[in-house]
């Protein structure tokens, strides 16, 4: 029988089906109740025509019907693309020409955004969640239909989700996620951290991130509710968390930061936090040690679209002395460093490309062969991250592949650069990039947002590197920018700034 996420979902409701499963504003689905509104939206989708490999694409922020309706269409062979509600209209009209979604679920929030991509892409069905406007509305689409399960479709390597990566050298690419890669997934998920049973999760990390998405399989696997937090705030957050009695979630570590300067956290009962699951980037010692103090372990994450999530955890009992790596494989999950050129293995301590072996991988990009082929052509996929592993298997993440500068033959990661750089108490966001230099190829230059108010020195700078670093590393020259420039998610567009150079 081919592994199926419509029948990890049925499954659940069979065996729990008065469980507490989707919560959020205004409701409290059971897992039979979910399971009932999922096989609607299949319903739904069949009368509209739609079959087995078409596209629908939610617009959504964190509720259950963009994940109702994603099981509904996985039930029936749909595969479901979670668009990002950041992006401008052109980059979503290039996103749904792309996938050539037929069907566009939108928040109400975001009328005024579909007015203006309605004309411009494929789909002419739509379907709105809440307010008012000439589409139908969600819960409309699945009234008088029925709960009874569908005939399932598709299954095991078909996709069942689109997620497009973020584009910081060009054109977003879409990520194609089987049946079979959000299983193994959500078995990592559940087998590597403290995923209990019963256990009760918020989801605040954006579901068109894996790292928002991916934990609703686990949930689902592992029996746990899920409550729904469209927008994040933290300070509403910890009131949220007392209330819902939540045990665990998924940030980033700027969401860590803002939630620390909440009011009066102490006063407030956070027994039932077991930890808080945190990624995208290093999680800093100093953070980890300020949630412990609170009685709340931090589990670092490293995870990657095209590897459907996790490809490795440091939780606490691994040691704070491991903190600043990321941790081990998930479980079913095998990383390896190698070199980039040839593909050979590398020995322990030395750095290489990170990469990624497992029933995990992603079955390809949307459309796009020549990037298949180059991601994942030799059997393995090639993370474009520079990494390294210890004696113990602790993988330790140095930068990305395409932002190493070469200086005099020697490799610079600048991700090294930024994190001694951040230490100055001056500096509110740095980013380095090499510059073309006709002695040594390229030289690291430093782009550096100074806090209000503070005048920060070149000079200052370039010592404080010198004393940290060795002296190839070193910065040798200074900018200073009012704002890095980023993408929607976050990343920052080191093309921008090399372009200054040109």
Same mark, same amino acid.
């Not at 959000?182 to 579901?207: K, Q």
């Not at 696997?221 to 899920?226: E, K, S, V």
């Not at 996790?310 to 095998?334: E, L, N, P, R």
């Not at 990170?354 to 990037?371: H, L, R, S, T």
């Given at each position: 029988?081919?592994?199926?996420?419509?029948?990890?979902?049925?499954?659940?409701?069979?065996?729990?089906?008065?469980?507490?499963?989707?919560?959020?504003?205004?409701?409290?689905?059971?897992?039979?109740?979910?399971?009932?509104?999922?096989?609607?939206?299949?319903? !739904?989708?069949?009368?509209?025509?739609?079959?087995?490999?078409?596209?629908?694409?939610?617009?959504?922020?964190?509720?259950?019907?963009?994940?109702?309706?994603?099981?509904?269409?996985?039930?029936?062979?749909?595969?479901?693309?979670?668009?990002?509600?950041?992006?401008?209209?052109? *980059?979503?009209?290039?996103?749904?020409?792309?996938?050539?979604?037929?069907?566009?679920?939108?928040?109400?929030?975001?009328?005024?955004?579909?007015?203006?991509?309605?004309?411009?892409?494929?789909?002419?069905?739509?379907?709105?969640?809440?307010?008012?406007?000439?589409?139908?509305?969600?819960?409309?689409?699945?009234?008088?239909?029925?709960?009874? +399960?569908?005939?399932?479709?598709? &299954?095991?390597?078909?996709?069942?989700?689109?997620?497009?990566?973020?584009?910081?050298?060009?054109?977003?690419?879409?990520?194609?996620?089987?049946?079979?890669?959000? !299983?193994?997934?959500?078995?990592?998920?559940?087998?590597?951290?403290?995923?209990?049973?019963?256990?009760? !999760?918020?989801?605040?990390?954006?579901?068109?991130?894996?790292?928002?998405?991916?934990?609703?399989?686990?949930?689902?696997?592992?029996? =746990?509710?899920?409550?729904?937090?469209?927008?994040?705030?933290?300070?509403?957050?910890?009131?949220?968390?007392?209330?819902?009695?939540?045990?665990?979630?998924?940030? #980033?570590?700027?969401?860590?930061?803002?939630?620390?300067?909440?009011?009066?956290? @102490?006063?407030?009962?956070?027994?039932?936090?077991?930890?808080?699951?945190? &990624?995208?980037?290093?999680?800093?010692?100093?953070?980890?040690?300020?949630?412990?103090?609170?009685?709340?372990?931090?589990?670092?994450?490293?995870?990657?679209?095209?590897?459907?999530?996790?490809?490795?955890?440091?939780?606490?009992?691994?040691?704070?002395?491991?903190?600043?790596?990321? &941790?081990?494989?998930?479980? @079913?999950? @095998?990383?390896?460093?190698?070199?980039?050129?040839?593909?050979? *293995?590398?020995?322990?301590?030395?750095?290489?490309?990170?990469?990624? !072996?497992?029933?995990?991988?992603?079955?390809?990009?949307?459309?796009?062969?020549?990037?298949?082929?180059?991601?994942?052509?030799?059997?393995?996929?090639?993370?474009?991250?520079?990494?390294?592993?210890?004696?113990?298997?602790?993988?330790?993440? #140095?930068?990305?592949?395409?932002?190493?500068?070469?200086?005099?033959?020697?490799?610079?990661?600048?991700?090294?650069?930024?994190?001694?750089?951040?230490?100055?108490?001056?500096?509110?966001?740095?980013?380095?990039?090499?510059?073309?230099?006709?002695?040594?190829?390229?030289?690291?230059?430093?782009?550096?947002?100074?806090?209000?108010?503070? +005048?920060?020195?070149?000079?200052?700078?370039?010592?404080? =590197?010198?004393?940290?670093?060795?002296?190839?590393? =070193?910065?040798?020259? #200074?900018?200073?920018?009012?704002?890095?420039?980023?993408?929607?998610?976050?990343?920052?567009?080191?093309?921008?700034?090399?372009?200054?150079?040109?």
């Amino acid at each position: 029988m081919k592994i199926h996420i419509g029948r990890m979902l049925y499954d659940r409701a069979y065996l729990n089906p008065g469980r507490e499963a989707f919560v959020g504003a205004g409701y409290r689905f059971d897992f039979s109740q979910v399971n009932d509104r999922a096989n609607r939206f299949s319903a !739904f989708l069949k009368k509209c025509r739609l079959g087995s490999g078409d596209r629908i694409a939610a617009l959504c922020k964190n509720n259950e019907h963009a994940t109702t309706a994603m099981f509904g269409a996985a039930k029936v062979g749909l595969i479901t693309v979670m668009l990002n509600w950041r992006l401008q209209a052109p *980059e979503l009209i290039y996103i749904l020409k792309d996938s050539t979604a037929l069907l566009v679920l939108y928040d109400s929030e975001f009328a005024s955004v579909i007015e203006q991509i309605r004309q411009q892409i494929p789909a002419k069905l739509f379907l709105r969640v809440g307010g008012s406007g000439p589409d139908t509305e969600f819960e409309a689409s699945l009234a008088d239909q029925p709960a009874s +399960e569908p005939d399932y479709a598709g &299954g095991g390597e078909d996709p069942a989700v689109l997620i497009y990566t973020s584009g910081t050298t060009g054109k977003p690419k879409g990520v194609m996620l089987t049946h079979e890669n959000l !299983f193994w997934a959500s078995i990592g998920l559940i087998h590597t951290v403290d995923w209990s049973h019963r256990y009760r !999760f918020l989801s605040v990390a954006p579901l068109f991130h894996i790292g928002g998405l991916a934990p609703i399989f686990g949930n689902v696997h592992a029996g =746990c509710a899920t409550v729904y937090m469209p927008n994040f705030d933290p300070v509403k957050i910890w009131d949220m968390m007392v209330a819902e009695k939540i045990n665990f979630m998924m940030t #980033v570590p700027a969401m860590l930061q803002f939630m620390l300067m909440a009011p009066d956290i @102490h006063l407030k009962d956070l027994s039932t936090i077991k930890h808080i699951v945190c &990624g995208g980037s290093a999680v800093s010692q100093n953070l980890i040690i300020a949630y412990d103090k609170m009685g709340i372990k931090i589990d670092q994450v490293y995870g990657i679209t095209e590897y459907s999530g996790a490809v490795s955890f440091w939780t606490a009992d691994m040691g704070m002395d491991k903190s600043h790596s990321m &941790g081990k494989s998930v479980y @079913h999950g @095998h990383v390896k460093i190698l070199r980039p050129e040839t593909g050979e *293995e590398l020995p322990v301590g030395e750095v290489g490309e990170i990469c990624c !072996f497992g029933p995990q991988i992603f079955k390809g990009y949307w459309n796009n062969p020549e990037a298949t082929h180059a991601a994942i052509g030799k059997g393995y996929y090639r993370s474009g991250d520079m990494g390294k592993l210890d004696a113990g298997g602790y993988v330790y993440v #140095v930068d990305r592949l395409k932002d190493m500068i070469i200086s005099g033959s020697e490799n610079i990661y600048p991700a090294e650069l930024e994190q001694v750089i951040m230490t100055h108490p001056g500096v509110a966001d740095v980013a380095v990039v090499g510059k073309p230099d006709p002695k040594w190829g390229e030289i690291p230059v430093a782009f550096i947002v100074a806090k209000p108010g503070l +005048e920060i020195k070149p000079e200052e700078i370039i010592a404080l =590197c010198r004393k940290n670093l060795a002296g190839y590393k =070193c910065v040798k020259e #200074v900018r200073y920018v009012d704002i890095i420039p980023r993408n929607a998610v976050n990343k920052v567009l080191k093309t921008e700034l090399r372009a200054k150079f040109i």
